[in-house]
């Protein structure tokens, strides 16, 4: 079968740095993709990694290992806004998505 | 962007429900997703120029169209009461899933 796992809930200090895990298992992969999901409103693209090593974009960073079957992403310097629900996605002849991993924010 | 109608919807058990979606500009692809409180967008089905060309595992009662115009409907027959949920549309350009899609706001069906 196809699935990716991720942690259900993660919780960080403003300010610090939080990494949110996502293994996968499919039948294809192209790649690997991440959404953002605030409460009440759609996914948005955050980062995409087709080959193995790390992508940055600004406060974001996302990385791949195709050997493992796992990606992470990491968020840095975290701000109260970036509370919200994180997806990985595998990129195949469609998109799977995660469970989502929930991030909450301490002041 | 990408824009959904209704927001909200309220149905009965074994009604049937059509939901619209409006692609962003040149995007020819768009796909739908099905989205139970708390879990990820489960993968429906997706369409590139108004042909269906990949399927997730929804029953057959699920069913969609995408016109000319890069606008979709999603239909779907015999509402269950699983079937309530928040109903995302995605777009992208390109025959194949994009690795980015641009999501809706999502209808909010609710079925009792």
């Known amino acids: 079968g196809q699935s990716l796992e991720q942690p259900s809930e993660v919780t960080a200090v403003e300010g610090a740095i939080v990494q949110i895990n996502c293994t996968y298992q499919t039948s294809g992969f192209y790649g690997l993709s991440w959404y953002q999901q605030h409460d009440g409103g759609a996914p948005t693209f955050l980062s995409y990694n087709a080959l193995d090593g790390l992508e940055e974009t600004g406060r974001f960073s996302s990385f791949l290992s195709r050997s493992d079957s796992y990606g992470y992403l990491l968020l840095q310097e975290l701000q109260m806004k970036d509370s919200a629900s994180y997806f990985c996605g595998v990129r195949d002849d469609k998109i799977i998505f995660g469970k989502g991993t929930r991030l909450h924010i301490l002041p | ?112």
């Open chain 2, 1 to 112: 962007g990408v824009t959904q109608s209704p927001t909200h919807l309220i149905k009965t058990r074994g009604q049937q429900v059509t939901l619209r979606c409006s692609s962003q500009s040149g995007h020819n692809t768009v796909s739908w997703y099905q989205q139970a409180l708390g879990q990820g967008p489960q993968f429906i089905f997706q369409y590139y120029r108004e042909e269906e060309n990949g399927r997730g595992n929804f029953p057959p009662r699920f069913s969609g169209l995408q016109f000319p115009n890069d606008s979709s409907e999603l239909n779907v027959n015999a509402l269950e009461l699983d079937d309530s949920a928040l109903y995302l549309c995605a777009s992208s350009s390109g025959q194949g899933p994009s690795y980015e899609q641009y999501f809706g706001p999502g209808t909010r069906l609710t079925v009792t």
